[in-house]
Structure formats: C-alpha cells, structure tokens
C-alpha cells in the first residue's frame, strides 16, 4: 500500500493507491445482499396468498438479509475512516508505543514507515483477520482497521464488528500504558 500520510490525515481517510477492482472490490458484498434481498421481497409478493409459514419464512429470511445489509452498508461508509486517539506523547514515543500495543494484542507488523505501521490481526475462529494502519504524529494516533480475510489479496464490508473490536482492544491497552 503507497500510503499518502499528509492527505489521509487532511481527509481523516486513508488515501492510497486504489485500483477500479479495488473499489468494485469494496461493493461486492452489498451488492450481492442488495440482490438476495430483492430476491426475497419478490418471493414475498409472489407468495402472498400462500399459507402464513411460508410468509414468516420468507420474511424472516428477509429481515436477516436486511440486518446483514444494513451492516455492510454502515461498514463501507466507515472503511478507510481513521479514528483519532489523543496520547500526551510525541511521534517517537507514540511509534514505540504503537509497536508496543501491537506485540501485546499479538498482531504481526506488516510495514513499518517513518509516519505509519501496518499490522495485521491474523484469522482466527471468531476474527476474519485485520489489517490495521496505525499514523502517529505529536500528541495523537489515527487508526483504521480493515477486513482482509486472505491477507492482502482481498478485503471485505462483512466483518461483523471486528474492526471495532480492535479499536476497543487498541484503546483498552493505550489506556494502561498511559497510566
């Protein structure tokens, strides 16, 4: 990733080199629920007159479908979103303590630059596995965590919460050190 620190801190986005597949990449997910939900909306009013089992089925395939959509659509609104976590250090020390956190919660470093660390939070049975970019300057750190179930092959909008979870376990252990 050809990370450009000055824009993604400018936008609080992360801003990188990104293919066309990338980006359509990055809809697959919503896409293809959107198509599963019209699917069943359609199965809906097609079997209106059937009996009520039926009906209930089919509605409550479609209430999942919609939970899991709304999910992937609130996900790929937050994708390359960096979250601002304030520190009382400097660039050096908030490097060292990012490198610090990282080897706590067992997350493998990935790229190292002067501005930013990338680690990954590998699959396991409940984590999809998470890359994680990490910019560090004076006084703050911006985080983001992104899906990539394959490594870096491919990332994803379905992660139920896992990127969250890893800003929680980022903070929790920020907030300790800082202590």
Do not use: C
């Amino acid at each position: 990733m050809n990370l450009d620190v000055k824009k993604s801190l400018a936008n609080r986005k992360l801003n990188y080199d990104r293919s066309f597949f990338d980006s359509v990449n990055d809809l697959l997910p919503t896409a293809f629920l959107s198509i599963i939900w019209l699917f069943l909306l359609i199965q809906l009013i097609l079997n209106f007159r059937e009996d009520y089992r039926t009906i209930g089925l089919i509605i409550v395939f479609i209430l999942i479908v919609t939970t899991l959509l709304i999910s992937t659509i609130k996900e790929y609104v937050n994708l390359d979103r960096l979250e601002e976590i304030e520190t009382k250090r400097n660039k050096s020390e908030n490097k060292k303590l990012i490198i610090i956190i990282a080897d706590k919660l067992r997350w493998t470093l990935l790229d190292e630059k002067a501005d930013y660390i990338t680690v990954r939070n590998p699959w396991k049975l409940l984590n999809g596995g998470e890359n994680i970019t990490l910019l560090f300057g004076d006084n703050s750190i911006f985080f983001n965590s992104s899906s990539y179930p394959i490594n870096h092959v491919t990332r994803t909008t379905l992660t139920f919460g896992a990127n969250r979870r890893n800003l929680t376990k980022f903070k929790k252990y920020l907030k300790e050190l800082e202590e």
